[in-house]
């Protein structure tokens, strides 16, 4: 949930012995994806060290499968890496949004396509390391096109839909072609429960 003016924008974690105390925390960017922090901090010992945190609303993943068992995804343009790269469909959470309305609601934006079926594989932390976003992943069965067609954002015009079989797609990831880290986790994950590779 995106933080209000004013308010700490990234939870406070529970803190034993041994861990580190926090001594201060200043907001230094509020942005529309993400907010940055640094926190002042300090360990058992008493030397004092920084932190610098990126806070993140989550965002939710869909691996949708057709029933013919390909995969749907989309190619677009990742503005860092000044690439078009090949990923599953998502999107970032709106504030106190379910994660399993905003799979469905980004798979019908980015490609036109709704799920009759969405089962929840798993969350995970992407960066931990300096980011506190979580993703919601979630395998779309039973698709079929949706009656408003997609819903794309101006930075998502150029967008196209790829359909891969599952096998092939697994071994895309094995070949380095497919390098993005939520779709290679979705796709793993939606393998396993399918019963194929993986």
């Given amino acids: 949930m995106a933080a209000r003016k004013g308010e700490d924008p990234a939870p406070k974690s529970s803190q034993g012995p041994g861990?580190?105390?926090?001594?201060?925390?200043?907001?230094?960017?509020?942005?529309?994806?993400?907010?940055?922090?640094?926190?002042?901090?300090?360990?058992?010992?008493?030397?004092?060290?920084?932190?610098?945190?990126?806070?993140?609303?989550?965002g939710a993943v869909t691996v949708p499968v057709f029933d013919d068992g390909t995969v749907l995804f989309v190619r677009q343009l990742r503005y860092p890496l000044n690439l078009h790269i090949m990923e599953l469909p998502a999107g970032?959470?709106?504030?106190?949004?379910?994660?399993?309305?905003?799979?469905?609601?980004?798979?019908?934006?980015?490609?036109?396509?709704?799920?009759?079926?969405?089962?929840?594989?798993?969350?995970?932390?992407?960066?931990?390391?300096?980011?506190?976003?979580?993703?919601?992943?979630?395998?779309?069965?039973?698709?079929?096109?949706?009656e408003e067609g997609h819903g794309r954002e101006e930075g998502e015009f150029t967008m196209t839909l790829d359909r891969v079989p599952m096998d092939r797609a697994i071994g895309m990831i094995e070949k380095?072609?497919?390098?993005?880290g939520k779709t290679i986790v979705g796709l793993l994950l939606a393998a396993r429960r399918l019963g194929g590779r993986g």
């Avoid at 529309?32 to 300090?42: A, F, K, N």
């Avoid at 380095?176 to 993005?180: A, H, K, P, V, W």
């Fill in 92 to 146: 970032k959470l709106d504030p106190g949004e379910d994660p399993i309305r905003a799979a469905a609601r980004e798979l019908r934006e980015e490609t036109g396509w709704s799920a009759g079926r969405m089962e929840k594989l798993a969350s995970i932390y992407t960066t931990p390391g300096f980011c506190d976003e979580i993703l919601h992943l979630f395998l779309a069965r039973d698709l079929a096109p949706a």
């Fill in 19 to 58: 861990e580190l105390r926090r001594l201060s925390r200043e907001v230094v960017y509020r942005g529309r994806t993400i907010d940055l922090l640094v926190d002042q901090v300090e360990y058992p010992s008493g030397n004092r060290s920084v932190r610098e945190i990126a806070h993140h609303p989550g």
């Fill in 176 to 180: 380095g072609e497919i390098q993005d």
